[in-house]
C-alpha cells in the first residue's frame, strides 16, 4: 500500500500534533490551557476538599479553566493587567504562594524526629502531673470583696450563689465551676493555693494573680487521665514544627539588611 504525497502530509501532521493535543485540555481563542493547570487544580479539590478525581470533577474543572481563561482574555483587551492596584494585589498574591511553598520546602528538609516527639511527650507528662482537681473559683477585682466572700462562705453561704458576681463569665452562670483540669492548667498562684487543698476546703485568704483575687474551693481529685503519646503526637508534630518554622524566620530576618 502506497500514499500520495498530499495523503502523506495530512497523517504526518496528525502524528506530530497529537502529543501538543494531548498536553492541552483546551484551546481558547487560539491560546491553549495546559492539562497541568487542571491537574493541579483537581490535586488542590482533592486535598482541601477530600473531592475524589473522577471524570465528573475533571469535566467541572475544565469548564471552569475554560471560564477563566475567557475572562483573563477579556481583561488582558482591556488593559486591567496594568492597573496599580492589580499588579500589587498580584505581587502579594505571588508572594504568598512562594511562602508557601518555602515553608513546605522547609518542612520536608527538617522534618521533626521520633526522639524529640517523645522528650516533648514526657516533658507534657511531667507538667501536667499526676492528678486532676474539680475545682470552684469566684473571681473579684479586689481583696477587700474576695475577703468578704470568704466570711459569708464560712457562715454557710452557698458558693454557687456568691459566684455569680464572679469577674469570669465563663464559670460564673455555673456556679464557679472549672471543671477537672490539672495544676498546671492554671496560673502558679492559683495552681499552687488548689494543691494545698483537701476536698471540700476553701481558700482561708484570697488569691492575687494577674486577673484579680480569687476565692478557690476544692470539690475532688482523682488521678489524672493523660493522653497517649499516639493521641496527641500530631498537635505535638505540628507545634514541634511551627518553633522550627519560628526559628527559621528568625534567623533570615537576623541575616537580612534592613533600612
Same mark, same amino acid.
Given at each position: 500500500m502506497t500514499f500520495k504525497p498530499s495523503r502523506l502530509l495530512v497523517v504526518l501532521f496528525a502524528a506530530a500534533t497529537l502529543p501538543v493535543m494531548a498536553q492541552n485540555l483546551a484551546v481558547v481563542n487560539g491560546k491553549a490551557i495546559p492539562s497541568s493547570r487542571a491537574d493541579m487544580m483537581v490535586k488542590q479539590l482533592s486535598a482541601q476538599g477530600g473531592q475524589a478525581d473522577t471524570p465528573e470533577l475533571r469535566n467541572m474543572v475544565k469548564d471552569e479553566?475554560?471560564?477563566?481563561?475567557? %475572562? @483573563?482574555?477579556?481583561?488582558?483587551?482591556?488593559?486591567?493587567?496594568? $492597573?496599580?492596584?492589580?499588579? !500589587?494585589q498580584a505581587d502579594i498574591a505571588r508572594q504568598?504562594? %512562594? @511562602?508557601?511553598?518555602?515553608?513546605?520546602?522547609?518542612?520536608?528538609? $527538617?522534618?521533626?524526629?521520633? !526522639?524529640d516527639i517523645q522528650a516533648e511527650y514526657d516533658k507534657f507528662k511531667a507538667q501536667a502531673g499526676d492528678k486532676e482537681y474539680h475545682a470552684r473559683h469566684?473571681?473579684?477585682e479586689n481583696e477587700a470583696d474576695a475577703k468578704s466572700i470568704i466570711t459569708k462562705l464560712k457562715a454557710g453561704g452557698k458558693f454557687e450563689d456568691?459566684?455569680?458576681?464572679?469577674?469570669?463569665?465563663?464559670?460564673?452562670?455555673?456556679?464557679?465551676?472549672?471543671?477537672?483540669?490539672?495544676p498546671a492548667s492554671f496560673v502558679k498562684p492559683f495552681s499552687d493555693a488548689l494543691v494545698a487543698l483537701k476536698p471540700g476546703q476553701l481558700t482561708e485568704t484570697p488569691i492575687k494573680t494577674q486577673f484579680g483575687y480569687h476565692v478557690i474551693k476544692l470539690e475532688e481529685v482523682r488521678a489524672a487521665k493523660i493522653p497517649t503519646l499516639a493521641e496527641v503526637k500530631p498537635q505535638i508534630t505540628e507545634a514541634l514544627q511551627q518553633k522550627k518554622l519560628q526559628a527559621y524566620q528568625a534567623d533570615l530576618r537576623a541575616k537580612a539588611k534592613v533600612q
Open positions: 479553566l475554560i471560564n477563566r481563561e475567557v %475572562l @483573563i482574555q477579556e481583561a488582558d483587551k482591556l488593559g486591567l493587567g496594568n $492597573n496599580a492596584d492589580v499588579k !500589587a504568598s504562594i %512562594l @511562602i508557601r511553598a518555602l515553608v513546605a520546602d522547609f518542612v520536608k528538609k $527538617n522534618p521533626i524526629k521520633d !526522639a469566684i473571681l473579684v456568691l459566684a455569680k458576681q464572679s469577674k469570669d463569665p465563663g464559670s460564673a452562670a455555673n456556679g464557679g465551676d472549672l471543671g477537672w483540669a490539672t
